[in-house]
């Protein structure tokens, strides 16, 4: 079993950045792939960026490709999303997820344990 409890959500202005954190307990992070999902309003929860064991690769969403960076610290179980330029369009509940797989998943189906979210709101 693996617990995530997603931090660092909140209301900020359009270009603003936050910082959101995932932290781990229950079975060591560094066994795991890790990702970011998001889901908006009346829409279906999408992948945003996943990291690997390691963290020697990562994968983004086109959407937040170069704006978005998630990193991971194995020594304290946790994981992490640096978002800059935040749009309007972010606005979202975060979700971190784990993943017993190698590599960097991008498939809902591939993570077996969720967070509970976090919400993010980019005002204009």
């Known amino acids: 079993q693996v617990q995530l409890v997603e931090s660092g959500g909140g209301l900020v202005q359009v270009g603003d950045s936050l910082r959101l954190s995932c932290a781990a307990s229950g079975r060591t992070v560094n066994n795991f792939a890790m990702g970011w999902f998001r889901q908006a309003p009346g829409k279906e929860r999408e992948f945003v960026a996943a990291?690997?064991?390691?963290?020697?690769?990562?994968y983004y969403a086109d959407s937040v490709k170069g704006r978005f960076t998630i990193s991971r610290d194995n020594a304290k179980n946790t994981v992490y999303l640096q978002m800059n330029s935040l749009k309007p369009e972010d606005t979202a509940v975060y979700y971190c997820?784990?993943?017993?797989?190698?590599?960097?998943?991008?498939?809902?189906?591939?993570?077996?344990?969720w967070g509970q979210g976090t919400q993010v709101t980019v005002s204009s």
């Open positions: 990291i690997s064991r390691t963290g020697g690769s990562t």
């Open positions: 997820a784990s993943a017993w797989r190698v590599g960097v998943p991008q498939r809902r189906s591939e993570y077996d344990y």
